[in-house]
């Protein structure tokens, strides 16, 4: 039998689920990356009994779905030829790998140029890339980081320590003990107010050092669009060469 939506409310959150009658004895539920959740159901198990163990499972759902939606999309691996398609602050621009001596990388007419003296080089291409994102990004998340900090007062959070940045394979950012505020420099593709939306989520984490309620009350407090800004980053899929 095919998967069948179902959906429910759980106090002011609606919970969509797919079931999947199949031969087996026993309900199962699955939270997906993509934060579908899929419940797999004896062929004789009722809605109503998918439903109760829906709703009794329900802050698991929420949790495994806020897990999932810290983590960047998974993307092809990159391939740093001319034709292949980058973002920048919210904005697609093709990549352009030119020959030349003076090695840079600039933004022209909807182009993100390389210039190199190694153009079939990819590794260099990728390196001069990443280089020049990294400089990127410490520029607009210092501006970015100044005005969430003042947004963060509110909360009565202080932080003077700034932030680090290093690529992060399966972050956009994270939060230390210490409470150092680590950045994915690739966080720079994204919207400014998507990375609001993160800087904000690892500030919020000096005062609630996990992903519980009360840490999400804390940060609706200061930015109450945080899901919409969230889906709206996880949702940004690079297409290349379209």
Avoid at 74 to 101: F, K, M
Avoid at 125 to 130: E, G, R, T
Avoid at 205 to 214: G, M, W, Y
Wanted: proline share 4%; net charge positive.
């Amino acid at each position: 039998m095919g998967r069948l939506a179902q959906s429910l409310w759980f106090g002011e959150t609606e919970i969509v689920y797919a079931v999947n009658a199949c031969d087996r004895k026993t309900l199962a539920i699955h939270v997906y990356p993509d934060g579908a959740v899929v419940v797999d159901a004896p062929m004789t198990a009722s809605a109503e009994a998918i439903a109760a163990k829906v709703k009794k499972n329900a802050a698991w759902i929420f949790k495994q779905q806020r897990q999932f939606a810290a983590y960047p999309p998974v993307l092809p691996p990159r391939q740093y030829v001319s034709g292949e398609t980058h973002r920048y602050l919210g904005r697609q621009y093709r990549l352009l790998i030119l020959h030349g001596e003076a090695e840079q990388v600039r933004l022209s007419y909807g182009r993100l140029a390389v210039v190199t003296d190694d153009p079939n080089n990819t590794g260099k291409v990728k390196a001069l890339l990443q280089n020049w994102y990294r400089l990127r990004a410490n520029t607009v998340f210092l501006e970015r980081y100044n005005v969430c900090l003042k947004q963060v007062a509110k909360l009565g959070i202080a932080h003077d320590q700034g932030f680090q940045l290093r690529f992060m394979p399966k972050r956009w950012g994270s939060c230390t003990s210490q409470g150092h505020i680590i950045l994915n420099p690739e966080l720079i593709a994204a919207p400014k107010d998507c990375i609001d939306y993160v800087i904000t989520h690892e500030l919020c984490h000096l005062q609630e050092h996990n992903h519980s309620r009360a840490f999400y009350r804390l940060l609706a407090g200061v930015m109450k669009d945080w899901e919409l800004r969230r889906k709206r980053l996880n949702e940004m899929v690079e297409v290349r060469f379209v």
